[in-house]
């Protein structure tokens, strides 16, 4: 073939998902293996969500709802937001895609920082647009560095709230400074997929005093998904929030049906069960309190963190230990591709996953004289 892709297309680097259990105890003859890598929801999704996915297995030959009107009803309860407010993805990340769709041509320029999301960049380079990328600084986000890299092109900055893979917070004091010196012209975005983690809840941006007076300042989008604290990832559901006349914007880029039925049915029935919700909070900071304390005792260093993740010194090669790990049937993210060469990122699992992992990892790092 004499194929003739655009040159801002022939140069992207596939997004490098996790490794799938499957994959590993085929590669290596291993069985109940656990996959601490993705940060998914080890407790699944709620049973009253299951229970109407199944319910709805017979209508699969009708379209979904074109308007989500149901799940778009039971966020706004939710999050407070008006129907109005809300737009759904398949996953945050098309919303992404629709913002840049909407407010990027060809030379325009896209700030994020990193390490973070790959999706940003990604999706930006498929428009044509300039990626300006910042580097975290101290593991934050470096706010004045971004500020200072905003020229009269720059139409979108994306900053994750709690970083990826960082676990790092913007202070709402430090995030309503940034903001009064980001041009009017300029949407600020704050991707939120971990903050329903974040506690006390106190130190969650207020998005919606943001949203709903633009006048005179960088209008705010705030993303977030039913994958990480719902156990949702395997349905692909995300929505954004922010002001009317941005959804209106991305409503006009949005592929019909874009939320499939089961996803609809399934999403708006975890939002009924505040019980299974507020247990998946619950048992992730417990976790991630055990965790930390028994790396620790390991000699490593265990990060702080507002998410269900965090980051772990191993004061060795963690792509070394990451395949260590694999071979004790535990699946682990090295952070050497995102600049951290002796760090490893672990979500927070079930307290036999977080058991099995100490004992996996006490075994590496003796293996390995790291510590």
């Given at each position: 073939?004499?194929?003739?892709?655009?040159?801002?297309?022939?140069?992207?680097?596939?997004?490098?998902?996790?490794?799938?259990?499957?994959?590993?105890?085929?590669?290596?003859?291993?069985t109940g293996s656990i996959k601490l890598a993705s940060n998914e929801n080890p407790w699944g999704p709620s049973p009253r969500a299951v229970?109407?996915?199944?319910?709805?297995?017979?209508?699969?030959?009708?379209?979904?709802?074109?308007?989500?009107?149901?799940?778009?009803?039971?966020?706004?309860?939710?999050?407070?937001?008006?129907?109005?407010?809300?737009?759904?993805?398949?996953?945050?990340?098309?919303?992404?895609?629709?913002?840049?769709?909407?407010?990027?041509?060809?030379?325009?320029?896209?700030?994020?920082?990193?390490?973070?999301?790959?999706?940003?960049?990604?999706?930006?380079?498929?428009?044509?647009?300039?990626?300006?990328?910042?580097?975290?600084?101290?593991?934050?986000?470096?706010?004045?560095?971004?500020?200072?890299?905003?020229?009269?092109?720059?139409?979108?900055?994306?900053?994750?709230?709690?970083?990826?893979?960082?676990?790092?917070?913007?202070?709402?004091?430090?995030?309503?400074?940034?903001?009064?010196?980001?041009?009017?012209?300029?949407?600020?975005?704050?991707?939120?997929a971990y903050v329903d983690f974040v506690m006390p809840p106190e130190l969650r941006i207020d998005v919606f005093s943001y949203i709903r007076?633009?006048?005179?300042?960088?209008?705010?989008?705030?993303?977030?998904?039913?994958?990480?604290?719902?156990?949702?990832?395997?349905?692909?559901?995300?929505?954004?929030?922010?002001?009317?006349?941005?959804?209106?914007?991305?409503?006009?880029?949005?592929?019909?049906?874009?939320?499939?039925?089961?996803?609809?049915?399934?999403?708006?029935?975890?939002?009924?069960?505040?019980?299974?919700?507020?247990?998946?909070?619950?048992?992730?900071?417990?976790?991630?309190?055990?965790?930390?304390?028994?790396?620790?005792?390991?000699?490593?260093?265990?990060?702080?963190?507002?998410?269900?993740?965090?980051?772990?010194?191993?004061?060795?090669?963690?792509?070394?230990?990451?395949?260590?790990?694999?071979?004790?049937?535990?699946?682990?993210?090295?952070?050497?591709?995102?600049?951290?060469?002796?760090?490893?990122?672990?979500?927070?699992?079930?307290?036999?996953?977080?058991?099995?992992?100490?004992?996996?990892?006490?075994?590496?790092?003796?293996?390995?004289?790291?510590?």
């Amino acid at each position: 073939m004499k194929l003739q892709p655009a040159p801002n297309i022939s140069t992207i680097t596939p997004y490098p998902p996790g490794k799938p259990l499957e994959e590993l105890e085929r590669e290596y003859g291993i069985t109940g293996s656990i996959k601490l890598a993705s940060n998914e929801n080890p407790w699944g999704p709620s049973p009253r969500a299951v229970k109407a996915i199944a319910g709805a297995l017979t209508s699969l030959h009708r379209y979904p709802d074109g308007s989500s009107y149901y799940l778009t009803q039971a966020l706004a309860g939710w999050t407070g937001a008006s129907p109005a407010e809300i737009i759904l993805g398949n996953g945050s990340n098309e919303v992404i895609e629709f913002l840049v769709k909407a407010f990027v041509q060809t030379g325009d320029e896209v700030i994020t920082s990193h390490p973070s999301f790959l999706m940003y960049q990604k999706l930006v380079q498929v428009r044509g647009g300039v990626n300006t990328v910042i580097p975290l600084r101290d593991m934050h986000h470096d706010l004045a560095a971004i500020l200072a890299a905003i020229t009269p092109r720059t139409r979108l900055i994306f900053m994750d709230n709690p970083n990826n893979p960082c676990a790092t917070l913007i202070s709402r004091e430090a995030f309503a400074d940034f903001l009064e010196q980001v041009p009017e012209e300029v949407v600020v975005v704050l991707d939120e997929a971990y903050v329903d983690f974040v506690m006390p809840p106190e130190l969650r941006i207020d998005v919606f005093s943001y949203i709903r007076n633009p006048e005179g300042r960088a209008p705010v989008v705030a993303l977030r998904t039913f994958s990480k604290a719902f156990g949702l990832a395997g349905l692909r559901v995300g929505f954004g929030l922010m002001h009317p006349e941005i959804a209106g914007l991305l409503h006009r880029v949005r592929q019909p049906f874009n939320i499939n039925l089961l996803a609809q049915i399934g999403a708006t029935a975890a939002l009924e069960d505040l019980a299974h919700y507020e247990m998946t909070i619950r048992e992730t900071s417990r976790g991630r309190a055990w965790l930390s304390a028994e790396v620790e005792k390991l000699g490593c260093r265990a990060y702080p963190s507002h998410t269900n993740f965090f980051l772990i010194d191993v004061r060795g090669d963690a792509t070394r230990l990451y395949d260590a790990m694999l071979h004790q049937g535990v699946i682990v993210r090295s952070m050497k591709p995102y600049g951290y060469p002796d760090f490893i990122r672990i979500t927070v699992g079930t307290e036999a996953e977080n058991q099995r992992f100490v004992l996996a990892l006490a075994t590496c790092l003796r293996e390995l004289n790291y510590v």
